[in-house]
């Protein structure tokens, strides 16, 4: 019965598939067109990818840390390290920079040698105000000289804010609008205004200005992802192209081919755009991918189509046959390939969870178009020629095929000697795989915003803030004497810790207090003793700009204190030794029966995020491997057959992780991905050799050696073709400047080849062995879904 419903599903599809080519081409020419109405609602991502559920405890500290201080990502650095910047006409025009950045709107405020204020001490009335460090002086030499060594020698206050300790490096930090921090607007500032105005002020005054801060990098590197969509296409289509025109030879297959997938490319950006999701690093790679995955299906069928012309000419025929059972075959590939992607909406991370719904959605799409248009086109088309058809006949798949079956044949042995040595070097790679949650590894190192990032990191000891935020649990708790004590004694214990900066915080302003109390005098930039705090309060009564530098380090109620350190480009396994190391420090500093202290910020929360993935990756791999097996199961009815058919495909993921491994590649979001897309790709091949082979077991009535081999040779040069195309088509994504992009692009082509080698020889060495124990009458009786044979065509006999 199943059989019979399975032939006559797929024969109504055929016929309405070819009874209604006009209205299908102007079905999908409408649907194509409304896609591309739904372009103009993509938006590129402007913030970190956030890998955590917006409900974890992670995201709900640091959002309360956003509602306490504000945002935190909005500070933009421009550095010289030059001397010659303390020239009068040179040092004249860093400053007049300053003073035109001050005036876009997207600036809120730009901290410069020029407008530094520095704390001084009034009599009648007692009190502190914040004065020009300069004034109204002229910016001649003498002035400029003096400004260098007053800032050097007499200023600890600016230290690794507007100087750097490590040598004579000055910045200017602007610090952006928050409601642009996360907008369009940042990029329009960043990539029109702020990086013209650069080049400018380097070509005029022949000095090197270093750029950073979250702001620019984010814009920059969201930049290079818009330039590589682009990119991706047209390499996925050339090398694609380029493969499918060397397999067959014919203008006119590539042609319809490439128009395929273009179509398919143009659906998923219309996706993308009428789910309003963003355009992020793991949306970007879903266009080419759809390009790579399509690829295949149109192998399939125009392969097909090709064979069938070969041996019987009649164009009809050749159409129903290849809608019926290449169309059954490679739905169920789809189908799993789908399945590996749809894993990730199981999970809780919003954005996996965008990117496995819209990459299942399109495969799904690329199929559908794949089987509608490439027979329709060619059923307008006249019979392909003679030349077209050689392919069919080359030798050297011949020879390839041959070897396989030799090998299946008389060294079974050694496939399965191999196979063991490969699983035990790769679970011993497994042992060696680190974990990264870097935020900037994948960035383009050579990239010159990359670049400027090591400068910073070398002078500054950072920019990517971690902030610790301290609840004293009682109003004005921070500005206590004992608690600056207490945080004074932390900051000590951060400034030792080699991967990040010295701390900012309200300590320090106390500090400036007291050398301010002492007519500027530097080395009384520390904390005041009791008896100097009671002299020093009626001072701070009168400061009347210095809530604003109080509200950068204390929340309103005084309750909460901000502690912001740098980090330099560390990854999860070196923030996780900090984080162990700084806890007992900050619990023995902060009694947690009195205190509590949280420590939050983005780069933080990037590195919780990889942390969270690598926990769900075997989660969300074991769904894939389930909802595939259980549509195996459903397909040949056999829990042995089953249980075989896993062995060629899980084998190709540890001998991948195993490289991972031994070649230092970490896991990371990036490379995370590689396990499930491989396992839903690699299956495919599983499901058209056990298809083909439980079709020649029937016809060869259950003689299992000789439907093995025949099912080799049928499938084999298909599976070499599709598994070709695959390897290249996914090695594109290598030439990106994107560390993650580069190793995912490796490690999938690098599987499938594995994958392709283990169906080939694993899978039918291990029907062979087992033979009679998973293949017989019983367990192969009454499949669900079956590939039909050639003397069901019904069609034909009409």
Same mark, same amino acid.
């Given at each position: ?23 299908? %081409? ?85 901290? *410069? ?32 000289? =003096? ?35 996360? /907008? ?65 030879? =014919? ?25 309003? !999701? ?152 497994? !042992?060696?795989?680190?974990? =990264? ?25 950072? %920019? ?86 109080? /509200? ?69 791999? *074991? ?46 979001? *990036? ?10 790709? *690699? ?81 039918? /060495? ?33």
């Amino acid at each position: 019965m199943s059989k019979i419903f399975s032939f006559g599903f797929w024969n109504s599809i055929a016929r309405v598939i070819l009874r209604n080519r006009l209205v299908i %081409i102007a079905i999908i020419v409408g649907i194509t067109i409304f896609m591309a109405t739904q372009w103009q609602h993509m938006r590129f991502s402007y913030t970190e990818a956030n890998l955590l559920p917006d409900d974890h405890p992670v995201n709900l500290v640091y959002n309360d840390f956003l509602d306490k201080f504000g945002e935190e990502g909005n500070v933009i650095m421009l550095a010289v390290n030059d001397p010659s910047l303390f020239t009068t006409p040179k040092f004249k025009a860093w400053e007049e920079l300053a003073k035109t950045l001050e005036n876009y709107p997207a600036v809120e405020n730009v901290i *410069s040698l020029g407008n530094l204020q520095k704390l001084q001490k009034f009599e009648d009335p007692k009190r502190f105000e914040m004065v020009p460090f300069v004034g109204d002086r002229d910016w001649d030499e003498a002035t400029v000289d =003096s400004l260098q060594k007053e800032l050097f020698t007499a200023m600890p206050f600016y230290e690794n804010l507007i100087y750097s300790t490590h040598s004579q490096t000055v910045q200017t930090v602007i610090y952006l609008n928050e409601q642009i921090v996360n /907008s369009e607007e940042r990029k329009v500032f960043v990539l029109e205004e702020l990086q013209p105005l650069i080049e400018n002020f380097e070509e005029e005054n022949d000095l090197k200005v270093h750029v950073s801060g979250m702001p620019y990098i984010r814009t920059l590197n969201a930049q290079n992802i818009i330039d590589e969509i682009g990119l991706f296409i047209v390499a996925a289509l050339f090398v694609t192209s380029l493969i499918f025109f060397f397999f067959f030879r =014919s203008f006119r297959a590539t042609i319809i081919s490439m128009i395929t997938v273009l179509i398919g490319v143009m659906w998923s950006f219309g996706v993308i755009g009428l789910f309003n !999701y963003e355009i992020t690093v793991l949306t970007a790679l879903i266009p080419p991918l759809i390009i790579v995955i399509g690829i295949p299906n149109c192998i399939f069928l125009i392969n097909k189509y090709q064979q069938e012309i070969k041996n019987h000419g009649n164009q009809a025929k050749s159409l129903q046959r290849v809608i019926t059972k290449v169309g059954n075959a490679t739905m169920l590939t789809n189908v799993t390939t789908a399945s590996g992607f749809a894993a990730f909406i199981l999970t809780d991370s919003t954005l996996l969870k965008e990117f496995g719904i819209v990459a299942s959605i399109n495969i799904i799409a690329i199929f559908i178009l794949s089987l509608l248009i490439i027979p329709i086109i060619y059923s307008y088309m006249h019979l392909p020629k003679d030349k077209h058809l050689k392919h069919l006949n080359k030798r050297w798949i011949g020879a390839f095929v041959d070897w396989m079956e030799k090998m299946v044949r008389q060294r079974r042995i050694t496939i399965y000697i191999t196979s063991i040595i490969l699983l035990a070097l790769s679970i011993i790679g497994i !042992y060696q795989i680190k974990i =990264s949650g870097s935020l900037l590894e994948d960035m383009p190192q050579e990239a010159c915003f990359f670049q400027d990032i090591r400068f910073f990191e070398a002078e500054f000891d950072g %920019i990517m803030p971690l902030e610790i935020v301290i609840d004293t649990k009682r109003p004005r708790g921070a500005l206590a004497l004992a608690n600056l004590k207490r945080m004074e004694t932390l900051e000590t214990a951060i400034s030792d810790v080699p991967e990040l900066s010295q701390p900012l915080s309200v300590v320090r302003l106390a500090k400036y207090s007291k050398q301010a109390y002492y007519n500027g005098n530097p080395k009384y930039f520390q904390l005041p003793t009791s008896q100097e705090q009671n002299f020093i309060s009626p001072y701070l009564k009168g400061l009347s700009s210095g809530e604003n530098i109080i /509200s950068t380090y204390v929340d309103s109620t005084g309750r909460y204190a901000r502690m912001t350190t740098f980090m330099k480009d560390i990854g999860t396994e070196e923030m996780k030794r900090i984080e162990e190391n700084l806890v007992p420090q900050i619990n023995k500093t902060f009694p947690p029966d009195r205190y509590e202290v949280t420590m939050t910020g983005k780069a933080l929360i990037f590195q919780k995020g990889t942390t969270y993935l690598v926990k769900n990756l075997i989660v969300s791999l *074991s769904l894939a491997i389930l909802l595939i097996a259980l549509l195996m199961a459903w397909m040949f009815r056999s829990f042995r057959m089953i249980l075989v058919s896993l062995i060629p495909n899980l084998l190709p993921l540890l001998v991948t992780a195993g490289m991972m491994g031994f070649l230092g590649i970490p896991i990371k979001p *990036s490379t995370i991905l590689v396990f499930s897309i491989a396992f839903g790709i *690699s299956v495919d091949d599983t499901i058209h050799f056990l298809a083909k082979y439980r079709q020649e077991l029937k016809a060869n009535n259950w003689k299992i050696k000789r439907s093995v081999y025949a099912a080799l040779r049928e499938t084999g040069v298909s599976m070499f073709y599709t598994s070709i195309v695959l390897f290249f088509g996914f090695s594109v994504f290598m030439i990106s400047s994107f560390g993650g992009t580069v190793a995912l692009g490796g490690l999938v082509s690098a599987t499938l080849l594995f994958a392709m080698l283990a169906n080939l020889l694993l899978l039918p /060495s291990l029907l062979l062995s087992l033979e009679k124990r998973i293949a017989n009458k019983e367990t192969l009786k009454e499949p669900a879904i079956e590939i039909i044979a050639e003397e069901d065509d019904i069609l034909e006999e009409e």
